[in-house]
């Protein structure tokens, strides 16, 4: 449909530093709220004063690199439905970061980067991007599932949970990681699951892009989603070290795995995630170092250059879109 006047002013002057004040808002209010806030500062001040330094700049250069191997994973697998540029990729996924704040499980981040594809490809792509989440959650599934094997004693002797509910936990993490992986190499099931529906002709080309995705890039989508999860350890072991939080490589490989695991099954939203993420992960952490404020410090830290800085670009990024309409014949 033609894309109404109003509309385009809405997309072109509102929406963007709407998302921008709220969001800046939102960040205030969740900083404002934490305890010891004025001891915190002092800790922060002390960290950043010295050699390790280094180690904020290089997680702040990771987080480039984390967004660029998201972008490339989304320019990939659009590939069949619609060329797009690495730049485009990427400022698509950042704004889809800014959509996602306000929404359960980053579910926004669909329709941020919808918005970057040309008329007759936006449905599309919804479903091709989930794909793309399906193959980090399925990485997530699996080092978080080998991480819990691991720790399973440690965890058991310090009594964060029965023996029993570890079992299930892990047979659980085991069977799902299974099921998926057959649902992701199988994609083409879907289709014809859907071609058998009555009436199906009206929505199956939303999934008809499945069709070109073969094992090949599907394999190429999972080590891309590999490579995200080691960027991120690398920034949680570089902010350890910065803030003191004393482990080993190893242990904070598998702590922060088993960490991903739990916040990938609880229900969340990216503004309030703040509270949960450094919940898990010092209550995890904790089995191996006792600074906890060290631990959350690299929660906080990890939260705000790897989220809400991607999502401050992201919601200014929104204003660009305007130039996607700037033709008056333009439809969405």
């Keep these: 449909m033609k894309l109404n006047k109003n509309i385009k002013i809405f997309i072109n002057y509102f929406l963007g530093p709407l998302l921008f004040i709220w969001l800046s808002w939102s960040i205030y209010q969740q900083i404002k709220r934490q305890s010891n806030l004025e001891e915190a500062w002092q800790n922060i001040r002390s960290s950043l004063q010295g050699p390790m330094l280094w180690n904020l700049v290089a997680v702040i250069f990771l987080m480039i690199v984390n967004w660029s191997l998201e972008a490339i994973k989304w320019k990939i697998s659009v590939r069949p439905v619609q ?55 399925l990485i997530t599934l699996l080092m978080g599932g080998i991480g819990l094997l691991i720790m399973r004693s440690r965890i058991e002797a310090e009594q964060l949970i029965s023996s029993l509910w570890m079992q299930v936990i892990i047979y659980g993490v085991g069977a799902t990681t299974f099921a998926l992986t057959l649902f992701y190499f199988r994609l083409s099931w879907i289709i014809k699951w859907i071609d058998r529906l009555p009436g199906s002709s009206r929505f199956a080309y939303l999934v008809r892009a499945l069709e070109d995705f073969k094992a090949t890039l599907l394999i190429r989508l999972l080590s891309l989603s590999a490579l995200r999860f080691l960027v991120f350890v690398l920034q949680y072991y570089l902010l350890f070290r910065l803030f003191e939080v004393d482990v080993a490589w190893w242990q904070a490989f598998w702590a922060v795995s088993v960490s991903f695991l739990v916040m990938a099954v609880i229900p969340s939203i990216t503004i309030t995630e703040l509270v949960q993420r450094g919940a898990v992960i010092t209550t995890i952490m904790m089995l191996y170092s006792p600074n906890k404020l060290g631990i959350g410090f690299t929660a906080a830290g990890i939260w705000v250059i790897n989220l809400i800085i991607p999502a401050i670009i992201g919601s200014l990024l929104i204003l660009s879109i305007k130039k996607i309409y700037r033709n008056k014949d333009e439809t969405i």
């Design 83 to 137: 060329q797009v540029s690495f730049i485009k990729a990427f400022k698509a996924v950042l704004s889809g970061t800014s959509f996602s704040v306000s929404m359960p499980n980053r579910v926004g981040e669909y329709f941020g980067r919808v918005l970057y594809m040309d008329e007759g490809n936006r449905l599309k792509t919804i479903s091709i991007t989930i794909v793309g989440s399906i193959s980090q959650l």
